[in-house]
């Protein structure tokens, strides 16, 4: 297994197969103008999985498709089935918004995909509106019911929890996720990306959030089964499920992050919060060889010293002040999280 600088091994690889994205959310990418990349300059799903399987070789056996929105492009299931056919790969899932995904579950998990993760910020219909400035809440309720009806398991809520935005939703999230049998995690308002105008004062913490469940529901932390994991667990004490709260802001997860990110367009990305990424796509496409791609991301991971989190929180902790705005960022929906 390649391992980078701190010793972090490469076991994690997300897959953006798109920048595009039916919404607009506000703490993601709320930008209408934006340089999308060219048709062209996307990675067909033959280099996708001929990359792939290149991670998997050097020690990749968690695989996530993201996007933008991954479902917005066309035949998703071709690239699924690719994947879930790679020796090694122990792990297959998807990030969506879950807006397509009441017409696409069904062939996505006859194409092998295990699990799903779906955005959902707030039940409120008109708030749902207002976030997403696209959507419509009664597409992605559809869609998860689609996924439950199609065997996927687990299914998990994604909510950034934005204080004065959705932060009086934590407790009824909590409630549907437990009375629909989903898991629910919480994920800390981050400045991911440059467009979303990150504020401090706007992060609900770990704490904070944990307080607000565990006032109605008691809860207890579960056993870590995997140290790189970035949420981190809890069960309710009544045995109806569990939570998970991803705390990149208060309780940075650095140290064990074994996470590589793949671009859309063929970027090899090494941290969430990066500035710049490393084009395989060219060498792909120049004729290199499987060996000498291989060789280009171990070396480039060999070198990796991201703890961009760590960073941020030691500035913050330190008083001496910390502007996002000094520390340019890919945006969110080129990375897909």
Known sequence: MAKDAFGRGLKDLRISVTDRCNFRCTYCMPLNKYKWVERRELLSYEEILRLTGLFVR???EKIRITGGEPLVRKQLEILVKGIAALPGVKDLSLTTNGALLAEQAPPLRAAGLARINVSLDTLD????????QRGELSDVL???????????????????????????????LAEFSRDHGFTI?????????????????????????????????PLREAKRTDA?????????????????VIASVTEPFCRECDRARLTADGQLVTCLFSPS?????????????????MERIAVIWRKRTDRYSEERREAISSGTGYEPQNRPKMEMIVLGG
């Not at 219909?125 to 997403?132: A, H, L, T, V, W």
């Not at 199609?150 to 998990?156: L, S, Y």
């Not at 995690?185 to 992060?203: F, P, T």
């Not at 792909?284 to 000498?292: A, H, L, P």
Request: hydrophobic share 35%.
């Open 277 to 293: 990424g490393y084009d395989l796509k060219s060498l792909m496409r120049g004729g290199s060889t499987n060996d000498e791609l």
């Open 228 to 244: 790189s994991a970035p949420a981190v667990d809890y069960r309710f004490a009544d045995g109806r499920g569990k939570l998970g």
């Open 58 to 60: 050097l020690g990749a």
């Open 185 to 217: 995690r919480y994920i800390e308002y981050m400045d991911a990306g440059n467009s979303n105008h990150w504020q401090l004062d706007k992060v609900v913490s770990k704490k904070e959030i944990l307080q607000a469940v565990a006032a109605r529901y």
């Open 142 to 172: 559809a869609g998860l019911r689609a996924a439950q009806r199609c065997g996927f398991h687990p299914i998990k809520i994604n909510a950034v929890i934005e204080r004065g935005v959705n932060d009086d939703e934590i407790l009824p």
């Open 125 to 132: 219909p008109e708030k749902f509106k207002r976030i997403s």
